[in-house]
C-alpha cells in the first residue's frame, strides 16, 4: 500500500517500468507514493525523489497504465490504477477527467449519454437551429437581401424552369396593382416587385402552376396559376401569402438553416463531400420540409390578416389551395419537388379557423 | 530485453547480443522466428563479426468494443451538452485510448496533445470556415470568400506540415517522443506543386503526388533521434491507381451495361420518343426517379469503394517500406480488400445505427490494421535516444480534422 506520510518509508511500493526520458530502454522500477511526493526506485541504481508538484499525472483511461510525467522528462508507468487514483484524489488531480473516467465505467451513464446526445441533437436540430435562423435572418442588413434575390432569379431562367409570360399587357397591369395594393400593406424596406412569368417554358417539367417569393421581395407568379385562377381574389391571396413570407425573412432563414445543418452534418460525420453527406441530405430534406410547413402556416396568417382586411374572408385563398392540391396529387405524378405547399388540407382547415376566429 | 521481470507478448528469438551494430539493413523477408541460413549457429556468437539478428514484434491492440462504447458515448454526451466546448477533449481521449492499447514490444503508445491548445484552433479554423460558407453564399461578399478560399490554398501545405509535425510530437513510446521536421520547401512541392501537377495533369501525376507525399511524411519522421526512410518508389503508386481506376471501370460497365439497357426497353414499352422529348410521359413513372437515384447512390459507393482500396493498398506499400533508424523496417500484411469491405460494412452499419455504431467500427477496423502490421528489428527497441524537436502548432491539427484534408495515412 502507498504510504501517505512521506516518500521516504519502505513498502512494497507499485510495480511498474521507468524510461529516463533519454533513451527508449525500459528499466524496472518500483513507486512509492507519499503525500509529500514520490520516490522511483530503480532496481540497482539508485531513488529518484520528486515534489507532488513537479509530478505530471497523466488522466487516467479505461485499461491502460497510468504515467507519471516528472520535470526531467522521465516517466514511470504501472498498471495499478486504484493506488494511483487514491493518490490523486488526495492531491486534487484531474478531478475532472478522472470523473469523466467514473462515467465511462458504467453502463447505466453509457445509456444515460446515449439518450442526452439523442435529446439535445434533437432539441437543437428542431428548436435551436430554427431560432438562431430566425435571429439571423432578422439581423441580415436589407441590402445583402439584393443579391439573393438577383442570384435566384439567375439560377431559374438559366436552367429553363421560368420563361417570359404570355400574359397580355392590360391583364400584366391588372395584377401588378393588385401586388402593389399587398406590397403597400405588408410594409417594410424590401424591394418588391412582382414578376409574371411562363412557368413551363419548355413545354412542361418547369415549374408549373406556381409562386414564391425571394428574400427581398421579388415575387413571381406563374401563367399556370393565374390560368387556375377563377377571381383575382384567388391570386391577391397568394401574392399576400408570398408578401407575408418576405416580412417574415422566411426565405433567408431556410437559408441560414440549410447552412447550419451542413455545418453540424460535417462536424458530425467529418467530412464534406462523401457518401455518408449525401446519406445525410436526406433527413436534411426531411427537417427542411418540417420547418417550411411552420413558415407556410406563419405566412398563411399574414394573407388571412389581409383577406379578413379587404374581403372579411380567406375563402378565395382556400379554393386555390384545394384546387392546387387536386392538380398536384393527382395519381401517378411525381412528387413537386420545388413545392412549397405541404399539408394543404391542414391549411385550409388552418385558414377556415382564422375566419372563424374574426367573427 | 533487458527486463525478465515484465510480461512481454513477443520473446526474441535470440538474445539480442549487446553488440548488434546498427546500420546493416538487409532484412530476410521470410518469418524471422526461424534463425536464416546465412546467420551463424547460436552458440558460436562471434561478437566481433556478428551478423544482426532480425527480431519480429508484433503490433498489438488491446482495445475492446464495449469498454471503447461507453468512453465514446460518454465524451460524445459531453460535447454535445457543453455545445462543443469539450469537443477538443473528447477527440483526444478518444485517440488516447486507441494509442493506449496499441502495444509493440511490451510498451504501449501514448497520444499527449493538449486538449486547451486544440480548442484555442478549433475556434480559428471554424470562425474562417464559417465564414467561408456564408461569404460563399452571395454575391457581394463573393470577393472576400474567394479571398479566403486562396489564403487556405496557400497556407495548405504549411497547414500539413504543421499537422504532422503536431501529430508527431504528440505521439510517444517508450518515454520517446516522435517528432517530424519537414521543411516548408518540402511541403510546398509535396502538398504545393504536386496537388497542382496531379490537377493540371487531369490526375495522371496524381499517383506521384502520393509518392511524393508519403516520402515527405516518412523520411522526415523522427523517433528520438532515429530518422525514418522511405525506401518506395513511384511506380507501385502507379499500379495502386491504375487497380483503382480499372476497379471504377469494371464495375460500371458490370452495372451500368444491364442497367442501360433496362432504361432503354423500359422506355421502348412505354412509347418514349427521343425526338419529342415528352418529360411528361417520362415523369409520370416513378421508375425513371427510383432509377435515377439508384444509379447515382451506386455511383457514388462504387467511387467510394476504390479510394478506399487505393488509401489501404498505399498504407499497406507505405509500412512495407519504412524503416527507422536504419535499425528497425514495418511490414504490413493486411489485405487492401478486406480493409475495403470492413470500411463499406461500417459504413453501412454507422448509418443502420444512427451512428452509435462508430465505436464498435473503428475498434473493428483498427483492431485488422494493427492485426496486420508488424515490426522488425536487428537492433533492440530499447536502444534510441532522445532527439530534439522543433516547436509544435495545434492549428494544422485542427485544421485537418475540421475541414477534412486527407493524410491518407
Partial sequence: MPDLNGTDQAGPGLPGVFFDGHSSRDHPATLHLGAGGVRVRLEGRGDHHWRADQVTLDAPLPGVRRSLNFPDGSRFETPDDPSIRDWERQHGRNRLLGGVRRLEGSWGTALGAVAVTGAVLWGFVTFGIPALARQAAAVTPVGVLASFDREAMGVLEGQNLIGPSDLSAARQAQLQAAFRDVSGWAGGPYGYRLLLRDGEPAGSGGLGANAFALPNGTVVMTDQLVALARSDRELVGVLAHEAGHVTQRHGLASVYQALGLSLIITAVTGDVVSASTFAAAVPVALVQGGYSRAAETQSDEVAARFMLERYGTTRPLQTILARLEAQDGGPGSVPDLLGTHPGTDARIEHLRQLEDAAR | ?409
Fill in chain 2, 1 to 409: 530485453m533487458t527486463d525478465p521481470a515484465l510480461p512481454r507478448t513477443p520473446e526474441p528469438t535470440v538474445p539480442a547480443p549487446g553488440t548488434a551494430v546498427p546500420g546493416r539493413h538487409d532484412l530476410p523477408s521470410a518469418p524471422e522466428r526461424l534463425p536464416a541460413p546465412e546467420l551463424p549457429a547460436p552458440e558460436l556468437p562471434a561478437p566481433g563479426l556478428a551478423a544482426p539478428h532480425v527480431t519480429t514484434y508484433p503490433v498489438s491492440f488491446t482495445g475492446s468494443t464495449g469498454e471503447y462504447f461507453r468512453l465514446w458515448i460518454v465524451n460524445a454526451a459531453l460535447s454535445v451538452v457543453t455545445l462543443g466546448i469539450y469537443l477538443p477533449w473528447a477527440r483526444v481521449r478518444n485517440r488516447q485510448y486507441f494509442y493506449g492499447h496499441t502495444w509493440v514490444d511490451g510498451q504501449n503508445f501514448e497520444y499527449r496533445a493538449d486538449p486547451l491548445k486544440l480548442l484555442r484552433s478549433y475556434v480559428v479554423v471554424g470562425a474562417l470556415f464559417g465564414a467561408f460558407t456564408l461569404t460563399q453564399q452571395s454575391e457581394r461578399l463573393w470577393g472576400l470568400s474567394v479571398l479566403i478560399g486562396l489564403v487556405f490554398a496557400l497556407l495548405y501545405p504549411w497547414l500539413v506540415a504543421q499537422s504532422m509535425r503536431f501529430q508527431a510530437v504528440n505521439t510517444v513510446h517508450r518515454g520517446l517522443r516522435f517528432h517530424f521536421d519537414g521543411s516548408l520547401k518540402g511541403a510546398y512541392v509535396a502538398y504545393g506543386a504536386a496537388n497542382v501537377a496531379a490537377s493540371v495533369s487531369s490526375g495522371l501525376a496524381l499517383p506521384w503526388a502520393w509518392f511524393m507525399q508519403r516520402r515527405y511524411q516518412i523520411d522526415n519522421l523522427r523517433y528520438g533521434s532515429a530518422r525514418g526512410l522511405f525506401r518506395g518508389d513511384v511506380a507501385p503508386m502507379y499500379l495502386i491507381a491504375l487497380t483503382g481506376v480499372g476497379l471504377l471501370v469494371g464495375a460500371g460497365l458490370l452495372l451500368g451495361v444491364p442497367a442501360v439497357v433496362t432504361l432503354v426497353a423500359w422506355m421502348a414499352g412505354n412509347g418514349f420518343d427521343l425526338d419529342s422529348m415528352d418529360w411528361d410521359s417520362l415523369g409520370s413513372g416513378l421508375f425513371f426517379l427510383i432509377f435515377v437515384a439508384v444509379a447515382y447512390v451506386i455511383l457514388i459507393s462504387l467511387n467510394g469503394v476504390a479510394w478506399q482500396y487505393v488509401r489501404a493498398a498505399t498504407m499497406r506499400y507505405v509500412l512495407n517500406n519504412a524503416e527507422l533508424g536504419g535499425v528497425v523496417r514495418t511490414g504490413a500484411t493486411f489485405n487492401p480488400w478486406r480493409v475495403v469491405w470492413i470500411t463499406v460494412s461500417n459504413g453501412a452499419a454507422q448509418l443502420l445505427t444512427l451512428g452509435l455504431a462508430t465505436p464498435w467500427a473503428d475498434i473493428r477496423r483498427n483492431r485488422y490494421l494493427l492485426e496486420g502490421v508488424s515490426v522488425r528489428a536487428i537492433a533492440p527497441l530499447d536502444d534510441f535516444a532522445r532527439g530534439t524537436g522543433g516547436p509544435e502548432s495545434a492549428l494544422g491539427e485542427a485544421a485537418t480534422e475540421l475541414l477534412d484534408i486527407g493524410l491518407g495515412f
